[in-house]
């Protein structure tokens, strides 16, 4: 079932995904925190690498989730369950994306922080978090390769078995006949 926007369900559910990522970003900007105090940064060859392979995957993934054919299904219902997952998980990777891309410009100030032993800069934040995201693509990218190939499979399954019975009921009409 479809929600709204309009709907309490539809809003409801957009504020736990806007309140997933903000939980991510506090998680990640933690570690990230934790890890920068321990001497772990990630320098400018590194994240420069990083966002090169983040947009080679953004691209891919999107190719798979449009690529994604809804020609043999007839179950409507199913089509929109599945064309509305996949169009929410289109708009977070445009929207992780484009986030990373403002954090990789690093045109915001650099501010380097210490309080007692804890040490970290807003830039070193941010390139935790476009690795963070390089991740997610990742996850992602593979998750939907994994279910296309299985919403493919089931779908042949299921023509297979139309066949089968197209068969099984053509058998069954030429024996009557002869028998007759």
């Known amino acids: ?16 995904t806007k309140l997933k990522w903000v939980r991510r970003i506090i998680i990640i900007s933690t570690m990230a925190i934790l890890l920068m105090s321990l001497g772990f940064e990630i320098s400018d060859t590194s994240i420069s690498v990083i966002f ?3 947009g080679i995957i953004f691209p891919l993934a999107c190719n798979q989730i449009l690529s994604v054919s809804f020609s043999d299904v007839e179950n409507q219902a199913l089509v929109n369950i599945v064309r509305n997952k996949l169009s929410g998980l289109l708009k977070n990777l445009v929207y992780a994306f484009i986030a990373s ?10 501010m380097k922080i210490s309080i007692w032993i804890i040490s970290f800069s807003i830039h070193g934040v941010a390139r935790y978090i476009i690795l963070f995201m390089l ?8 998750s939907i390769v994994q279910y296309r190939d299985e919403f493919e499979d089931s779908l042949r399954r299921m023509r297979e078995e139309q066949e089968y019975k197209h068969i099984i009921e053509k058998t069954e009409s030429l024996q009557k006949q002869h028998k007759s």
């Open 1 to 16: 079932m479809r929600y709204n926007e309009g709907t309490i369900a539809g809003a409801i559910i957009k504020e736990n």
């Open 52 to 54: 090169g392979v983040l």
């Open 101 to 110: 891309a403002v954090l990789y410009s690093e045109f915001y100030p650099d």
């Open 135 to 142: 991740v997610y693509f990742a996850y992602n990218f593979l």
